[in-house]
C-alpha cells in the first residue's frame, strides 16, 4: 500500500508539472502573437498626402477698358500638384493644394491685333472642407468647398510696356473620390472650379489697358495619395 501511495503521488507530481509548463508555454506564445495582432490591425492617422496631374482650364471672359468683345486670354496648362491633407473623423477632412504654373497673355477678340501682352506665373494656394462618404466600400467619394487666394509673380512683359496683374480671392467648389488600394494608398480623381477674377493694368504703345480677367478656371486632378 504505501508503494501503490507513492507511485499515485509520483504521478499526480509529473502530470501537476506537465500541466504548469503547458500553460506557460501557451501565454509565451499569446504573449510574442499579441504585438503582431496590435500592429497588424493599427489604423492609418489623420494625415494624407496626395501628388496630382493637374490640367488647368481656364474660362477668359471679361472687359478691357469697357471695350464690348474684348479681353485678356490666359492660356492653359499642366502642372503637377501637392496636396496636404487632416482627417478630423472619417467623414471631415481639411484640404490644402499648393502648385504653381505660368499663362501666357493674348489679346482677345477686338482687341486680339495687341498679339502677346505678357506671361505671368500664378501661385493659387486653395483650402477647402471636405465631406467624405463613407458607406460605397473602397469607392470613397467626396465634396468640398473652400476658398482661394491667387498670387501673380515674375511678370514679364511682350508686346506690353508694363504688364500688373493683382492678386485675387475667391471661393472654390471641389467634388472626387478616393478608390482605396490598401489601408494607406488610394487612387484619386478630383476636380476643382476657382472663382478668379484678378484686375488688371496693362500699357501697350503707350495705351493703358485696364478692367478685370474672369479666369475662373478648372482644375482637373489625378493621382495618389497615402495616409499615415
Known amino acids: 500500500m504505501p508503494r501503490l501511495r507513492i507511485a499515485l503521488l509520483a504521478t499526480a507530481?509529473?502530470?501537476?508539472?506537465?500541466?504548469?509548463?503547458?500553460?506557460?508555454?501557451?501565454?509565451?506564445?499569446?504573449?510574442?502573437?499579441?504585438?503582431?495582432?496590435?500592429?497588424?490591425?493599427?489604423?492609418?492617422?489623420?494625415?494624407?498626402?496626395?501628388?496630382?496631374?493637374?490640367?488647368?482650364?481656364?474660362?477668359?471672359?471679361?472687359?478691357?477698358?469697357?471695350?464690348?468683345?474684348?479681353?485678356?486670354?490666359?492660356?492653359?496648362?499642366?502642372?503637377?500638384?501637392?496636396?496636404?491633407?487632416?482627417?478630423?473623423?472619417?467623414?471631415?477632412?481639411?484640404?490644402?493644394?499648393?502648385?504653381?504654373?505660368?499663362?501666357?497673355?493674348?489679346?482677345?477678340?477686338?482687341?486680339?491685333?495687341?498679339?502677346?501682352?505678357?506671361?505671368?506665373?500664378?501661385?493659387?494656394?486653395?483650402?477647402?472642407?471636405?465631406?467624405?462618404?463613407?458607406?460605397?466600400?473602397d469607392f470613397k467619394p467626396y465634396v468640398g468647398a473652400g476658398v482661394n487666394y491667387t498670387m501673380f509673380y515674375d511678370q514679364s512683359a511682350k508686346s506690353a510696356d508694363k504688364l500688373d496683374v493683382e492678386n485675387s480671392l475667391g471661393a472654390a467648389l471641389q467634388v472626387g473620390f478616393d478608390y482605396r488600394i490598401d489601408d494607406h494608398w488610394d487612387f484619386n480623381v478630383d476636380v476643382k472650379k476657382i472663382f478668379m477674377q484678378p484686375k488688371f493694368d496693362v500699357t501697350v504703345g503707350g495705351t493703358d489697358f485696364t478692367g478685370k480677367a474672369k479666369i475662373d478656371p478648372w482644375l482637373i486632378g489625378t493621382g495618389i495619395g497615402y495616409r499615415f
Open 13 to 137: 507530481a509529473v502530470s501537476a508539472a506537465l500541466l504548469t509548463s503547458q500553460a506557460r508555454a501557451a501565454d509565451l506564445e499569446t504573449q510574442q502573437a499579441a504585438p503582431e495582432t496590435i500592429v497588424s490591425e493599427q489604423a492609418p492617422g489623420p494625415w494624407k498626402i496626395r501628388l496630382r496631374g493637374l490640367y488647368v482650364l481656364t474660362h477668359n471672359k471679361g472687359v478691357v477698358n469697357g471695350i464690348d468683345g474684348s479681353n485678356l486670354a490666359y492660356t492653359n496648362t499642366s502642372i503637377p500638384e501637392l496636396d496636404i491633407s487632416y482627417y478630423f473623423n472619417d467623414n471631415i477632412a481639411a484640404e490644402l493644394i499648393l502648385g504653381t504654373t505660368y499663362a501666357n497673355i493674348d489679346g482677345q477678340g477686338s482687341i486680339e491685333g495687341l498679339g502677346k501682352i505678357g506671361k505671368v506665373w500664378l501661385l493659387p494656394p486653395t483650402a477647402t472642407l471636405q465631406y467624405h462618404f463613407t458607406n460605397f466600400g
